[in-house]
T-cell receptor, first 115, second 116 residues
Framework: KAGVTQTPRYLIKTRGQQVTLSCSPI?????VSWYQQTPGQGLQFLFE???????NKGNFPGRFSGRQFSNSRSEMNVSTLELGDSALYLC??????????????FGPGTRLTVL | SQKIEQNSEALNIQEGKTATLTCNYT??????LQWYRQDPGRGPVFLLL?????KEKRKERLKVTFDTTLKQSLFHITASQPADSATYLC???????????????FGRGTQLTVWP
């Protein structure tokens, strides 16, 4: 099976702009979680989607949003970018966290730089 | 608040020795604890999972222990090799899954360097 893919891999934006990141989970996986990783904070949970529904959300401002499509692909959007949004954004898929053992399969991430 | 601490940011050991990484947690009642490996520029890769009612788990040169009394997990790499150099992350899956679906609580990781 192909792994989790994320596009784009690298992105440079300026403050105030918005950005959309994409994630394609492993075939058959219906749960997609998003994390932000920075050197100072480590991996911080953003949100999780399952069958097109957001089931869980971390402590991030409303500028961070996401959605999931019927084919389980997911996008996250960050509006009004700030310098502090510079980070590696990771997407992870799982077959069904409610039943399985929560093993998450991570993509390579999107490196976002905000200037 | 929930807190997961990994004993040090960096650990340097000589090839052939055993690397021991520590993960301590507070304010959790974990159902599972997982360990991941992350290489620079890549996403974390799952290594091992241990349940709350298990004391120890092994996989090849890897061993994980879980002490719910001490609220601690130890991760061991025996006969370490330079290829084991990476950042190792511990992650908790809380027992209260209803409020934490799809979410792992990560430590900030320990960067392991194995030198020849």
């Amino acid at each position: 099976k192909a792994g989790v893919t994320q596009t784009p891999r690298y992105l440079i934006k300026t403050r105030g702009q918005q950005v959309t990141l994409s994630c394609s989970p492993i075939s058959g996986h219906r749960s997609v979680s998003w994390y932000q990783q920075t050197p100072g904070q480590g991996l911080q949970f953003l949100f999780e989607y399952f069958s097109e529904t957001q089931r869980n959300k971390g402590n991030f401002p409303g500028r961070f949003s996401g959605r999931q499509f019927s084919n389980s692909r997911s996008e996250m959007n960050v509006s009004t970018l700030e310098l502090g949004d510079s980070a590696l954004y990771l997407c992870a898929s799982s077959s069904n966290p409610g039943l399985a053992l929560y093993e998450q399969f991570f993509g390579p991430g999107t490196r976002l730089t905000v200037l | 608040s929930q807190k997961i601490e990994q004993n040090s940011e960096a650990l340097n050991i000589q090839e052939g020795k055993t690397a021991t990484l520590t993960c301590n947690y507070t304010n959790y009642s974990p159902a599972y604890l997982q360990w991941y490996r992350q290489d620079p520029g890549r996403g974390p890769v799952f290594l091992l999972l241990i349940r709350e009612n298990e004391k120890e788990k092994r996989k090849e040169r890897l061993k994980v222990t879980f002490d719910t009394t001490l609220k601690q997990s130890l991760f061991h790499i025996t006969a370490s090799q330079p290829a084991d150099s990476a950042t190792y992350l511990c992650a908790l899956v809380p027992a209260d899954r209803g409020s934490t679906l799809g979410r792992l609580y990560f430590g900030r990781g320990t960067q392991l360097t194995v030198w020849p």
